[in-house]
């Protein structure tokens, strides 16, 4: 992947074409900006798909290391479904 090309929104509306064509075409992304600040990026779709691939195996990993730590420790170290749910809103922050 190149290094990423850093645009404001105006200059990607006008040539919103040439955007797509150089990520999906030449592996080069464009951070978005609005008003000085970087807002989004625009990456080639296949690029996308496998770093959401990435981001499920890492998700899946720990959650099955947390699940054996949570068998390791027994009935002694269980705790509810509702704390369960919360240290997973707080990993995901």
Known sequence: ???PVIESMAEVRSHLADVLDRARRDD???IITRRGKQEAVVIDIEEY???YRV???A???WLNR???EAEAE???GSIS???MAALLRENKA
Do not use: H, I, K
């Open 1 to 3: 992947m190149s290094e």
């Open 74 to 76: 027994g009935s002694a």
């Open 28 to 30: 080069t992304p464009t």
């Open 55 to 57: 981001a499920e195996a």
């Open 66 to 68: 947390l699940a054996d």
């Open 59 to 61: 998700e899946d990993e």
């Open 49 to 51: 798909r496998r770093l």
């Open 81 to 83: 479904l509702e704390e």
